[in-house]
């Protein structure tokens, strides 16, 4: 594991992975070389198209308070007509991971940069994207192709993201297979996911879920298999179609909040998900061979009952009518829950506070305080410490020493209080 600590200038291609990866190996026994770059001040393109590539090295590599940015001699390139036969970092090697934490972002970024990359893992967290703090990427549009091989982005500690083809780029993700989304997502436009054909695994947090779904009636699913066509209730289709299969996977810090997650209330916004086009809700190492599993909803089970009835059946191997999970199916007597929902309902409106928006706002405020209360105090400390100094200065003290002395040292105490607001001040306007 190495770590590389803020440099002034962008991030170029003098590392020397070689060593990197002969010290790595003779004490980790392992191929991927593990580094850390601590608040590096973006990445240096070069212009040589003839450059050896160093794509027999792997990195897992965590880049923290990136300032997200590009330079070519350096001048800052801000759109794609300024990119073109060039290399960096990001495609000279192959990424296992390529973890983005706390991005630094002044402007759109041209996919470009990704150019022949390959990545197993895209991860960026957090990402806010509301009025008062957006570090969500932006990418332009470019008629060239991208090339890159990004197999999984994963998104965590979401607020508020509204997922469109802007942020999911269509070249820079075409080979994109699973998409994971932690936190609160808070839109993915219907037609954005059309024409990702590798696309197969969604994942969830459980805690978001809900409040995701209530806002997105998973209209955004209706992009997915929309040439399929089979009979959910047919075991034997399911197995010739299982190719097709769309998964989303929901992870559960525990499995008592299922209920939370998924209550009965919540049934008719499940009533006409599209088990027959091969897309199925699958519950994360959810223990379906145990008979003593505590009780789950009705809309919970109507979730999970196409993939679990097929798992039981051909996985385990065991007749499905004599399991647990099939007489809890029976026991919710869907059809007649099902006619309920054509009635005129008006859907709940839920508000739900989850552990990510807490630490959305705990954020913001460390923001406000940061960038308005220092300020504010500083200077109402500075005008203090100058009124204080000014009266004392004016003192006919020279009888006493003793009051003498003691002004002495509260016009020094004055005179570095002052200095040391000053520096307060010149330090957030240079952050």
């Not at 040589?48 to 800052?76: D, G, V």
């Not at 909040?257 to 009533?271: A, G, Q, R, V």
Request: one cysteine or more.
């Amino acid at each position: 594991m190495f770590s590389l600590r803020k440099q002034s200038k962008p991030l170029d291609l003098s590392m020397d992975l070689n060593h990197l990866n002969q010290i790595n190996w003779h004490i980790r026994k392992s191929n991927v070389i593990i580094i850390f770059y601590n608040h590096i001040n973006g990445f240096s393109l070069e212009n040589n198209s003839l450059r050896i590539k160093q794509k027999n090295f792997t990195l897992s590599a965590s880049f923290i308070e990136l300032k997200f940015a590009f330079y070519q001699n350096n001048h800052c390139l801000k759109t794609c007509n300024q990119m073109k036969n060039f290399t960096s970092i990001l495609n000279t090697v192959n990424f296992y991971l390529l973890e983005l934490y706390r991005l630094i972002l002044k402007r759109s970024i041209c996919p470009l940069v990704f150019f022949n990359s390959t990545i197993r893992t895209l991860s960026m967290w957090p990402v806010y994207d509301t009025f008062y703090l957006k570090n969500k990427i932006i990418f332009q549009n470019t008629e060239m192709e991208v090339n890159s091989q990004i197999r999984e982005l994963f998104v965590n500690k979401a607020i508020k993201l509204k997922i469109d083809e802007n942020f999911l780029n269509k070249k820079l993700f075409k080979y994109i297979e699973k998409l994971t989304l932690y936190g609160d997502i808070y839109q993915i436009k219907e037609d954005t996911l059309s024409g990702f054909d590798k696309l197969k695994i969604f994942v969830f947090d459980a805690e978001n879920f809900r409040l995701f779904v209530h806002r997105t009636l998973l209209k955004w699913l209706n992009s997915f298999n929309t040439n399929v066509k089979i009979d959910p209730n047919n075991l034997s289709q399911i197995k010739e179609n299982f190719n097709k299969l769309i998964r989303i996977t929901i992870v559960f810090s525990n499995y008592t909040s299922i209920n939370h997650t998924f209550p009965d209330e919540d049934f008719c916004l499940y009533k006409d998900f599209p088990f027959d086009r091969m897309i199925f809700i699958l519950f994360d190492n959810y223990p379906l061979r145990r008979d003593d599993n505590p009780p789950i909803t009705c809309t919970a089970i109507w979730t999970i009952h196409i993939p679990a009835i097929y798992s039981i059946h051909y996985d385990m191997g065991k007749l499905y009518e004599n399991t647990t999970f099939y007489n809890s199916f029976l026991g919710c007597e869907f059809e007649k829950k099902i006619p309920l929902c054509f009635r005129d309902k008006k859907l709940i409106k839920i508000n739900i506070i989850t552990r990510a928006q807490i630490e959305y706002i705990c954020f913001f405020l460390m923001q406000m305080f940061g960038f308005g209360l220092i300020p504010l105090v500083s200077c109402i400390t500075m005008i203090l410490n100058w009124i204080t100094y000014y009266i004392i200065s004016k003192l006919d003290i020279k009888k006493n020493f003793k009051i003498k002395k003691l002004f002495y040292y509260i016009k020094i105490n004055a005179i570095v209080n002052i200095l040391i607001c000053f520096i307060g001040i010149l330090r957030m306007v240079y952050t």
